[in-house]
């Protein structure tokens, strides 16, 4: 007889009943936990699905109770009531109504749709552990023109590989932009009240940095297709935020130009003319005030800014010595300034007495690379490099255009903080002015057609991204009204030295002629009348006898 395969009497040992199913108990239990935490993060996670559900259940029971009957009669309730808010507050009702229905749409329909494929696609899929790690969406946000995505990262990525991958992006979700930040783009609200104290600690936690989430911007409506009108002139100019144009979410684009140098850089017809309008339109009010003071050099004979020359306090377009003579007047200025202000304060507040002059010059690369005469370059370039280095924190400023953007043609480009790039020629030439980079996080300023005259790429403060915007044009009458309306007071303005007269030659007698430099006037002679007879020369500088 063969013995069996198993022995169950070596297993007939009395067994500690009590702590198995003790174990077991607390096994089963920690499970159930587990899976009521996972539920509780879902529902917290989806709430916004939760009236939807709510709202279909009720539904379903009312068709079950009385039929079609209720759900028509809340239709005709609803749309009444949207009508009736539509034409009493139209801006509230697109806001709060439209957009968050246009937000839903899109994030079920557009966005999570095709989420894993479009990652997968673009190269955003990390690999881990025999399975696949996706960028996660986390929220949609609508406007009139844009789709706003916020992306947590997987470990293992950063901005970089976005940037690289926005037009992939845009294009899979049909769209032909896309603008990936790396930092939250609004800033914590100002709280007043009693509660200030409370929501500023909920502000703290909801605006706190995230570095593995990154922000995807598509433009779903190019609004900067169109031509901007001019925008209104301020009452009183903000130098923290002059308004310039409109960006891609149809916000006001506003430029800071206290304590910083601004540098224009686009090729020919392409709208610089409209940056330097719109930013002198701007300051309109504190030029008529005394606010402000512009110095205006037109190196091209006064074909872009003498239409506007009541505005400039001082202005020059036809002599080189003239434009060098202004650029140290303006370093004579910031020298008394700094005399006056030292130790006091370190950076200037404009006053009528002693207010924001704003040298603008339109195309700077004619002083410093095209300019024939090397003495008044040298001065220029001089004149130039001390009021970049300087004169930012104390109210002297450099607004300068250019259409090339290079070193050599430039020398002074790197000492401007601020630098706006117009449509440009060269794909390198983007990188030139806007900074190592700028290019492939997304200034692709080498791409804006001709018809796209006034679009640029700048750079916001906090934000190493470029933004696109459109800068208002202001069309010649605009603006020989803007100069009848908001003149500049007069200003004492140095008159040119006169040429000297040429030297006419003289003759001797014997038919040759010799120059003799014109003697200057003199109260008296330099020699006493003794040496002068000994010389044989007369006391009145004549010629001898």
């Known amino acids: 007889m063969r013995a069996p395969l198993v022995n169950f009497r070596r297993f007939q040992i009395s067994a500690p009943w009590p702590v198995v199913w003790t174990v077991t108990i607390l096994f089963l239990l920690g499970r159930l936990a587990v899976v009521a935490v996972r539920l509780l993060v879902a529902a917290v996670r989806h709430w916004r699905a939760w009236p939807v559900v709510v709202l279909v259940l009720v539904a379903v029971d009312a068709y079950r109770s009385h039929g079609w009957w209720p759900h028509l009669l809340v239709l005709l309730v609803i749309a009444a009531a949207a009508g009736l808010w539509w034409w009493q507050a139209r801006d509230s009702f697109h806001r709060l109504a439209v957009l968050r229905a246009v937000t839903v749409w899109r994030r079920l329909w557009v966005y999570r749709r095709q989420w894993h494929e479009v990652m997968s696609l673009c190269g955003l899929v990390k690999k881990y552990d025999g399975g696949e790690v996706l960028p996660r969406l986390l929220s949609v946000r609508c406007s009139y023109a844009t789709d706003e995505l916020v992306v947590r990262m ?21 769209t032909r932009h896309c603008r990936v930040f790396s930092g939250r ?16 600690l909920v502000d703290r936690v909801r605006f706190r940095d995230r570095p593995r989430h990154v922000w995807l911007v598509f433009i779903r409506r190019d609004p900067l297709t169109r031509i901007v009108a001019p925008l209104p002139v301020p009452a009183r100019p903000d130098f923290t935020a002059l308004p310039l144009g409109v960006r891609e979410d149809l916000a006001v684009y506003c430029l800071r130009l206290l304590a910083t140098h601004v540098l224009v850089g686009g090729a020919t017809r392409m709208g610089k003319g409209s940056v330097i309008w719109s930013l002198l339109r701007s300051l309109a009010a504190g030029i008529r005030s005394g606010l402000v003071r512009v110095w205006a050099i037109d190196p091209k004979g006064g074909m872009e800014l003498s239409i506007g020359r009541a505005l400039f306090s001082r202005y020059v377009d036809d002599d080189w010595h003239r434009m060098a003579d202004l650029l140290d007047d303006a370093v004579t200025r910031m020298r008394a300034r700094q005399r006056a202000l030292r130790g006091k304060v370190r950076v200037h507040t404009p006053t009528t007495d002693e207010p924001l002059i704003v040298v603008v010059i339109d195309e700077i690369a004619a002083l410093l690379a095209f300019l024939p005469d090397s003495d008044i370059r040298q001065r220029i370039t001089q004149a130039l490099g001390l ?42 030439h983007v990188d030139l002015l806007l900074g190592d980079g700028a290019r492939d996080r997304g200034a692709l300023a080498d791409q804006i057609p001709q018809s796209a005259k006034g679009v640029a790429y700048v750079l916001l403060d906090g934000q190493p991204e470029p933004a696109r915007v ?3 044009f202001l069309p010649d009458d605009v603006i020989r009204d803007m100069a009848t309306t908001f003149p500049a007071p007069p200003e004492i303005q140095p008159e040119p ?16 002629h010799t120059y003799r430099p014109t003697p200057p006037k003199q109260a008296a002679p330099l020699l006493p009348p003794s040496l002068l007879n000994a010389l044989d020369l007369n006391t009145d500088g004549s010629d001898p006898r």
Not at 187 to 197: E, I, M, Q, V
Not at 410 to 420: C, G, Y
């Open 154 to 174: 997987p470990k293992g990525q950063n901005p970089e590989v976005y940037h690289k991958a926005a037009r992939d992006l845009a294009y899979s979700f049909g």
């Open 185 to 200: 783009r609004q800033a914590p609200p100002d709280r007043t009240g009693r509660l200030a104290w409370l929501l500023r």
């Open 387 to 428: 009021l970049l280095t300087q004169g930012a924190g104390l109210g002297v400023l450099v607004v300068a255009a250019t259409q090339d953007p290079r070193k050599e043609v430039v020398s002074v480009r790197d000492f401007f903080p601020t630098r706006i790039a117009l449509g440009l020629t060269e794909r390198a």
């Open 470 to 472: 459109r800068f208002s």
């Open 497 to 512: 030295d006169p040429a000297p007269a040429p030297v006419k030659p003289r003759s001797n007698g014997n038919g040759r």
